[in-house]
C-alpha cells in the first residue's frame, strides 16, 4: 500500500495529471476495500446534483470577459484616483473585494478564477510584484467564509442545533460571531499589503482624476451594485446572482463597449471552459476520493488518535488547529462540517469551549486548509488560471499563510473576538 | 486519409460549437428563470435541474479541451530538470498511466450509465435520465484517447509547471 | 466470521433519532456476539437520497434511512401517505397506519428491501411571513417547493399557485431576501433548520405527512443466519417504533414552542373554510387523474379514511 502510494507520488511529481492520480488512489482504494469501482462514476456525477457548482462556469466566463477587456486598466485607474494616497490601495480594495465574493460564493475557487482574473493583472499592473499578487489573489480564495451570509457559518448552525446544543446556537449568531475574527484576518493583511506596497509611488487625490476614472468606469460599477442589492432584495437567488454577472457583462463588454468583438466571443468561451473542465474533473474525482476516505471511517480514526493525546483544554486546542488544518485540506468543507462537528462539539463543550467559538475555529482552519501546501486546492487552481508552477504559489503564498496563522491563534486563544458581539 | 483528416476537423469543430452553445444556454436559461419569476410569476421546474446536468456536460466537453491542448492539472516538480530523451520517456509513462486511469473511468461511467438504463431512472418524470449521463463514458473515452495518443506523439504543450 | 451492514442516513450524528440507531446498533452486536455489525454514515455524506440508492445497487452501501420521496424510484406506492391534505390529523394517521404500514412494507420486500418499520417526521404546515387566513391570501405568496418533488410540485400548479424550486439548502437564505416567504415544514424541520426565525404565520391544516423508512437490501439480510435476522429484526424495529414516538412527541412540543414564540396559527374560518375545502377536494381530483399510484391502494386508504371520519361523526 506504502509503495503504491509512493508509486502515485512520483507520477504525480513527474507530471502526471493531477485529476488522474486523484482518481487512481480512488480506485485504488475502492478496489482495496471490495467495492465496485462504479462508485467513482456515481460519486462524480454528483456534479449534477451540487447547485452551487452552477456559478463556477458563469463566474469563470464573466472573468475572463472582464480580464479581457478594458475592464483592469479601468479598475486600477479608479482605485489609484480614489486610494493612490494611501500606500497599498489597491491591495486592500482586492482583499476587501474577493472576502465579499466569497461570502457569496463560497470558497470552491471561484473566486479566484473570477476575481483573481481581474486582480491579478491589476495588482501587477499597478507596480506590484508577481508572487505578491500571486499570494494576494490564492489566499483570498477562501478569505470571507466568516463573512454573513457565507453558507458554512449557516450550515455549522444548523448542524450545531440538530445536535441538541442548549442556549439557542441561531445562524443569526454566527453571522454576528464571525464579524470580527474575519475583521481581524482582514486588518492583519491589510497590514502586510501596506507594508508590501509602501516602496510605490503615491499620488495626491485629484477630484478631477477622480470624476474622469468614475466615468470610464461607468458600466462596470454598477455591477457589485447590481449583485448584491438584487440577492439582499430576493429579485434572484443566490446560485443567480452568477447568471446576472455573466449575462451583463456579456451585453455591457460585447454589446455596449463592444471592447470584444462577437467572433472572439466562442473563443474566449472556449477557453474560460476548458479551465472550468480542468478544475471541475479534479473536484468530481475528490469528490470520489473524499467518499472513500469516508467509507473507511478515516477521518474518525485520525480524531480518535488525536484524542488519546488531549490532556488539557490548551492541548486541545492546538491539536484541534493541527486536526483541522490538515483535514481542510483533505476534505470540502461541507464533508468536513457534517462530519466533524458531531463528534468535536460534544467534547469541546467538556473543554468549556463556546460552541458559537467553535464554529469560528472551525472555519478559520478550513479557510487556510485551502491553501495549506501541499496540497490545498486553490494553490493548484491559482497555479493553473495564471500558470504559475505550483512551486512558485507555495512560496507565494507563504508570508499570507503565516499571518493568518497568527490570526487562527489570536482566534483561538481569545474567545472574546468571537463572542463579545453576542452579549454572552 | 484526407477525409479521415477532415471528420476529425470536423468533429473538434463540433466539439467547439457544444461547448459555446451550453454556455450561451446556460446563461439565457438562467437568467429568463429570473425573469419569469419576477414578472411573470412562474416558476420552471425543468430549469435548475437541467442547469446542473450542463454543468456536467461543460465539465467533461471542457477537460476534452484541456486534453487536446495538453492544459491539465500538474504538480510537475522534476519533469523540467530532466534532458530531453529522459524528458520524452517520463511523459510516455505519465500520460500513458493517465490513459490507463481514464480508460477504467470510461469503462466503469458506462457501466453506471447501464444501471441507471435498467433501473429506468428519470430525469423529472420527462424522459429516461441516461441519454443525459451519456457524457461521462464518452467523455472519459476521448480523454483517454487523447492522452494516449499524446503520450505516443510525446507532446506535452504549455503544461502549467 | 462478521458482517458489517453499512448504511446511510441523512439525519446528523448526535441527533436524538442516530442516537437511537446507535442503540440498537450495540445491541444487535452484542446479541450476535458480534457477527453482526452496523456501520452508520450520517448526516448525508453519503449524497442524498438517489446517490444512496445507486450505492446501495453497486454494493457499497447494504441499507439507508429513505425519505418517502427517495424511495419512490424503487417503489412508488411508498409514497402513498404523502398526498397533500390526506390526513387531518394524528389520529388519522395511527388508524390509517396501523392497516396499511404493513402493505407497504410487503411492497418494498416484493421491490428487494426489508424494511425496519415506518417513521413519521410529522405534518409538514404552510409557514409564512405573511398573513396565512384565507386561499386568496396564499395565491399572493411566494411558496417554496422542493427541488424535484414532483408530488408537491403537482399540488400547488392545481390550485393556480407557482411555487419557487429551491434547494434545501437555499431556503433560510431565500426567506432572508424574500425569495420565498412561505415554506411548508414540520414544526421541528422549521425549528432545526432555523426558519422559524423568519415565520409569523401558520395555515394550521396539515399538508403532507411526512415519513421514512429504514431499508436494508433482501441480499445483505439473507447472508445472516435466521437467528441473526432474527435478533436485527427486532431490535431495530422496535427501535424504530421508538423513533416514530419520539418524532410524534417533538412535533408536538416544537408546535407548542412556536405558539410560544408568538406565531400565528390560522384555523380556517368559516367562511374560507369551504374555499380551503374545494382547493383540497382540486388537489385530491387531480392526483387521482394522474394516476401516480397503485388505484386499489389508493380505494383502501380513502375508504379507512371515511370509516374514520363518519365513526367521529
Ligand atoms: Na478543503
Ligand atoms: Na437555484
Redesign the pocket.
Known amino acids: 500500500m506504502i509503495l503504491v502510494g509512493l508509486a502515485l507520488l512520483i507520477l504525480a511529481l513527474f507530471g502526471a495529471p493531477l485529476f488522474s492520480i486523484i482518481a487512481a488512489s480512488a480506485m485504488l482504494g475502492f478496489y482495496r476495500s471490495e467495492i465496485d469501482l462504479s462508485v467513482v462514476a456515481i460519486e462524480f456525477y454528483r456534479i449534477a446534483e451540487m447547485p452551487v457548482l452552477l456559478a463556477i462556469p458563469l463566474f469563470t466566463f464573466a472573468g475572463y470577459l472582464l480580464s479581457e477587456s478594458g475592464a483592469p486598466r479601468r479598475l486600477v485607474r479608479l482605485t489609484q484616483a480614489l486610494l493612490g494616497w494611501m500606500p497599498g490601495g489597491l491591495a486592500i480594495v482586492s482583499l476587501v473585494a474577493c472576502a465579499l465574493f466569497t461570502a457569496f460564493t463560497g470558497a470552491s475557487g471561484v473566486t479566484i478564477v473570477a476575481l483573481g482574473a481581474l486582480l491579478y493583472p491589476a495588482l501587477t499592473q499597478a507596480g506590484y510584484q508577481e508572487n505578491f499578487s500571486l499570494g494576494l489573489v490564492t489566499t483570498s480564495g477562501s478569505l470571507g467564509l466568516l463573512f454573513a451570509p457565507a453558507l458554512p457559518l449557516i450550515l455549522y448552525a444548523v448542524i450545531a442545533q440538530q445536535l441538541g446544543i442548549h442556549g439557542s446556537l441561531t445562524v443569526d449568531s454566527m453571522f454576528l460571531a464571525g464579524l470580527l475574527p474575519g475583521l481581524l484576518m482582514l486588518a492583519l493583511l491589510t497590514g502586510w499589503s501596506i507594508f508590501s506596497g509602501r516602496s510605490l509611488r503615491l499620488e495626491a487625490f485629484s477630484a478631477r482624476e477622480t470624476g474622469a476614472a468614475i466615468k470610464e468606469a461607468t458600466w462596470e460599477l454598477p455591477l457589485p451594485v447590481v449583485v448584491l442589492g438584487g440577492i439582499y432584495s430576493g429579485i434572484f437567488a443566490i446560485s443567480e446572482a452568477a447568471a446576472v454577472t455573466a449575462f451583463y457583462v456579456l451585453v455591457v463588454e460585447v454589446v455596449i463597449l463592444r471592447e470584444i468583438p462577437l467572433r472572439e466571443l466562442p473563443a474566449i468561451m472556449r477557453k474560460s471552459m476548458v479551465l472550468v473542465g480542468g478544475i471541475l474533473v479534479i473536484l468530481g474525482l475528490s469528490l470520489a476520493s473524499t467518499n472513500y476516505l469516508i467509507d473507511a471511517g478515516i477521518p474518525r480514526l485520525l480524531f480518535d488518535r488525536i484524542q488519546e493525546l488531549v490532556s488539557s483544554k490548551i492541548t486541545f486546542l492546538i491539536l484541534l488547529n493541527i486536526f483541522l488544518l490538515v483535514l481542510?485540506?483533505?476534505?470540502?468543507?461541507f464533508s468536513?462540517l457534517v462530519l466533524m462537528v458531531p463528534l468535536l462539539l460534544p467534547i469541546a463543550i467538556g473543554y468549556g469551549i463556546d460552541p458559537v467559538h467553535l464554529g469560528i475555529i472551525f472555519l478559520a482552519n478550513?479557510q487556510i486548509?485551502?491553501f495549506t501546501p501541499p496540497v490545498?486546492?486553490n494553490l493548484f487552481i491559482a497555479s493553473y488560471r495564471f500558470k504559475k508552477p505550483v512551486i512558485q504559489l507555495y512560496l507565494a503564498t507563504l508570508p499570507w499563510f503565516l499571518i493568518l496563522l497568527v490570526a487562527l491563534l489570536i482566534i483561538t486563544y481569545w474567545p472574546w473576538l468571537s463572542l463579545a458581539l453576542l452579549n454572552r | 486519409m484526407t477525409q479521415l483528416k477532415r471528420l476529425g476537423t470536423l468533429l473538434l469543430q463540433v466539439e467547439d460549437l457544444l461547448l459555446s452553445l451550453l454556455l450561451t444556454s446556460m446563461i439565457l436559461l438562467a437568467t429568463s428563470q429570473i425573469l419569469l419569476r419576477n414578472f411573470w410569476d412562474y416558476s420552471l421546474t425543468w430549469g435548475d435541474p437541467s442547469l446542473r446536468l450542463m454543468v456536467l456536460w461543460i465539465t467533461l466537453l471542457g477537460a476534452m479541451a484541456a486534453t487536446r491542448e495538453n492544459n491539465h492539472i500538474r504538480i510537475d516538480l522534476f519533469s523540467r530538470y530532466l534532458p530531453a530523451t529522459a524528458q520524452r520517456i517520463s511523459t510516455l509513462i505519465t500520460d500513458g498511466f493517465a490513459a490507463v486511469i481514464c480508460a477504467l473511468l470510461a469503462w466503469h461511467s458506462a457501466r453506471f450509465v447501464l444501471f441507471e438504463r435498467e433501473d429506468n431512472t428519470q430525469f423529472l418524470d420527462l424522459m429516461p435520465i441516461w441519454p443525459l449521463q451519456i457524457i461521462l463514458p464518452v467523455g472519459f473515452g476521448i480523454i483517454a484517447l487523447r492522452l494516449l495518443l499524446n503520450a505516443l506523439l510525446n507532446r506535452r504543450g504549455q503544461s502549467v509547471s | 466470521n462478521t458482517t458489517t451492514l453499512k448504511i446511510a442516513t441523512l439525519a446528523p450524528d448526535g441527533t436524538s433519532w442516530m442516537n437511537i440507531m446507535r442503540d440498537g446498533a450495540k445491541e444487535v452486536e452484542q446479541r450476535t456476539s458480534g457477527r453482526v455489525k452496523i456501520r452508520f454514515y450520517p448526516g448525508g455524506v453519503m449524497g442524498n437520497d438517489n446517490s444512496v440508492l445507486r450505492k446501495i445497487r453497486v454494493g457499497q452501501l447494504h441499507g439507508g434511512a429513505l425519505t418517502a420521496g427517495g424511495l419512490a424510484a424503487i417503489y412508488p406506492d411508498i409514497q402513498l401517505y404523502s398526498l397533500p391534505f390526506l390526513f387531518r390529523s394524528f389520529d388519522e394517521v395511527d388508524y390509517v397506519r396501523k392497516q396499511m404500514d404493513p402493505l407497504l412494507i410487503k411492497g418494498l420486500h416484493e421491490a428487494g428491501f426489508v424494511s425496519y418499520g415506518i417513521s413519521e417526521g410529522g405534518f409538514a404546515y404552510l409557514m409564512s411571513h405573511l398573513p396565512l387566513d384565507s386561499v386568496d391570501a396564499l395565491r399572493q405568496q411566494k411558496i417554496w417547493s422542493p427541488e424535484g418533488d414532483q408530488i408537491s410540485l403537482l399540488a400547488f400548479r392545481t390550485i393556480d399557485v407557482s411555487p419557487v424550486p429551491l434547494p434545501l439548502t437555499d431556503v433560510l437564505t431565500g426567506l432572508q431576501t424574500g425569495l420565498i416567504d412561505t415554506v411548508g415544514s414540520s414544526p421541528i424541520g422549521a425549528i432545526a433548520l432555523q426558519w422559524h426565525t423568519r415565520i409569523k404565520h401558520i395555515a394550521d391544516i396539515p399538508l403532507i405527512y411526512l415519513y421514512g423508512t429504514l431499508v436494508i437490501t433482501e441480499k445483505a439480510v439473507n447472508k445472516l443466519s435466521p437467528e441473526d435476522q432474527n435478533i436485527l429484526k427486532e431490535v431495530m424495529e422496535r427501535q424504530f417504533q421508538l423513533i416514530n414516538q419520539q418524532n410524534r412527541d417533538d412535533n408536538l412540543a416544537a408546535r407548542q414552542a412556536l405558539q410560544k414564540q408568538g406565531i400565528i396559527f390560522h384555523q380556517p374560518m368559516n367562511g374560507s373554510r369551504e374555499s380551503w375545502q374545494q382547493l383540497i377536494d382540486k388537489v385530491e381530483q387531480r392526483i387521482k387523474q394522474e394516476n401516480l399510484l397503485d388505484p386499489s391502494l389508493f380505494k383502501q386508504i380513502q375508504q379507512l379514511l371515511e370509516t374514520k371520519r363518519k365513526e367521529k361523526g
Open positions: 481542510g485540506t483533505m476534505l470540502d468543507i468536513a478550513m486548509g485551502y490545498g486546492m
